[in-house]
């Protein structure tokens, strides 16, 4: 025991300074590290769980959009008139003034029949109608003098009679011989050809008013009493890809189909220029009530159970507000009650915000800078 106290006694002091001095640099050495990367740390952590830290957020703002309950259906259009032309008696064509797809003008020949014999029998009834009332002058001259009986001038009155209504047979036979156009509208496709003996009835083509196409179409019985004559709709076809044709209700039946439990309506779609043809179907959209509404982003909004609420921006402290959703239209929704037009709404950032922590808006639906900031906040949420 006294060799060993004598041993560690006989340790130079200079060594034993050094020795301090190498421990004191290391203690030193660990508590400034430990103030500068674990500390900070730990503070971070329990200021975020405190909520001091403010969120990244993009937000909007309410705003006033007029939103339209809409109904959608389908149709075939028809032409406003349409008629098939047909030969009212039998004969050869001697004039076919028909070219497919034009337009003919009310009242314009189409086309012409044979009409030697009909006007050689105009003639016969025009010479018999002259000498029936030519005999009739000679009967009531004779009259006045007693040299014929009244019976005579009163069977005079009736063969003139007779000679005026063939003459009105053979005036009508001939006018049957030229097919003219009861109608302004286009001249379809014809079979026939000039020379060509075509009997009564014959079609020989389809003459159609296309300044204005009906669409016929059905919509179920629940909504009877809000369709009514004069509502405006749009309607689209494929053989017009990303053309509208604006058009209304013309008519609606009176009466529900039992089987389909649906009822006719009848729209009007002005075509000038002749673009939609009879026969197109057509897909339409129509307008049943319009209603300006306060609106914000699908986006927007949060569900929790039976909630459905969004956090609004206050001085830059986030609230937690409930409302009543309506309508929902091209991404958009209609709030009905909870939220005013104007009001700051967050948008992105939900998934860390909570009722009541600072928020810091990086970014506002509108701006040029929309992309910066959605980037901004993916690289935050990262």
Not at 100 to 124: P, Q
Request: proline content about 4%.
């Amino acid at each position: 025991m006294q060799a060993f106290a004598k041993g560690c006694y006989s340790v130079p002091i200079w060594k034993q300074l050094l020795l301090i001095g190498i421990l004191a640099a290391i203690g030193y050495g660990g508590y400034e590290g430990y103030q500068r990367y674990l500390a900070p740390s730990e503070t971070s952590t329990a200021a975020s769980a405190r909520g001091d830290r403010p969120t990244s957020v993009e937000i909007t703002r309410a705003e006033i959009r007029t939103l339209a309950r809409t109904v959608e259906a389908v149709g075939t259009t028809r032409a406003r008139q349409s008629v098939d032309i047909v030969p009212e008696a039998d004969g050869r064509i001697v004039e076919l003034a028909i070219s497919s797809g034009t337009t003919v003008e009310k009242g314009a020949v189409l086309v012409r029949l044979d009409d030697d014999i009909a006007r050689a029998d105009l003639a016969e009834a025009e010479a018999r109608l002259k000498e029936r009332r030519q005999a009739l002058e000679r009967a009531k001259q004779l009259r006045l003098s007693n040299a014929v009986a009244e019976a005579t001038v009163e069977e005079s009155e009736a063969r003139l009679a007779e000679a005026e209504a063939q003459l009105d047979r053979a005036a009508r036979r001939l006018q049957e011989r030229t097919i003219r156009a009861p109608f302004e509208g286009v001249v379809g496709l014809t079979n026939v050809d000039p020379g060509a003996r075509v009997v009564q009835g014959t079609p020989i083509t389809r003459l159609d008013d296309l300044s204005e196409v009906e669409l016929e179409f059905g919509l179920p019985e629940g909504l009877f009493a809000q369709v009514a004559q004069g509502q405006p709709l749009t309607a689209t076809t494929v053989a017009f890809p990303g053309e509208v044709f604006m058009g209304k209700i013309e008519a609606v039946d009176n009466r529900i189909d039992p089987v389909s439990r649906s009822f006719r309506t009848r729209a009007i779609i002005p075509n000038p220029e002749g673009t939609l043809p009879a026969g197109m179907f057509m897909s339409l959209e129509l307008t049943l009530s319009q209603a300006d509404r306060v609106v914000i982003p699908e986006e927007a909004l949060v569900f929790q159970a039976a909630e459905t609420y969004v956090f609004v921006v206050e001085d830059g402290i986030a609230r937690r507000v409930v409302v009543r959703t309506g309508q929902r239209r091209d991404g958009m929704v209609a709030i009905l009650d909870g939220v005013a037009e104007g009001t700051t709404i967050v948008l992105r950032g939900l998934q860390r915000l909570r009722d009541g922590g600072p928020v810091a808006v990086i970014g506002q639906t509108g701006d040029s800078d929309d992309v910066a900031a959605e980037n901004a906040t993916e690289g935050d949420n990262t």
